[in-house]
Nanobody, 121 residues
Framework: QVQLVESGGGLVQAGGSLRLSCSASGNIRSIITMGWYRQASGKQREMVALISSVGMTSYADSVKGRFIISRDNAKNTVYLQMNSLKPEDTAVYYC???????????????WGQGTQVTVSS
């Protein structure tokens, strides 16, 4: 009932900035929390930033002060502004939505297709 599409990834030099976008479609009202996760080569997927339906945010320690997550409910879009990028930020970034579903009583996860972010030194 929810679909996510990411965009904005690319190649940047260390110290540069990049802005990721995640557009949601479907049953938007069912979404509780959205966020960004990343998975570097050979590593497990990790949480980067989360934002609730009322705008509360949470960040991984590694990106605090550098990344900002925001939400535009009118456009059904979540953004991740990434500043002062480091080579360690290189990963595939995935948009995530925690949401309810008409056929289930619990909370489900939906993931975007992922967008590659590469930071060169």
């Amino acid at each position: 009932q929810v679909q996510l599409v990411e965009s904005g990834g690319g190649l940047v030099q260390a110290g540069g900035s990049l802005r990721l976008s995640c557009s949601a479609s479907g049953n938007i009202r069912s979404i509780i929390t959205m966020g960004w996760y990343r998975q570097a080569s050979g590593k497990q997927r990790e949480m980067v930033a989360l934002i609730s339906s009322v705008g509360m945010t949470s960040y991984a320690d590694s990106v605090k002060g550098r990344f900002i997550i925001s939400r535009d409910n009118a456009k059904n879009t979540v953004y991740l502004q990434m500043n002062s990028l480091k080579p360690e930020d290189t990963a595939v970034y995935y948009c995530n939505a925690q949401h309810t579903h008409s056929d289930y009583v619990g909370v489900l996860d939906t993931w975007g297709q992922g967008t590659q972010v590469t930071v060169s030194s």
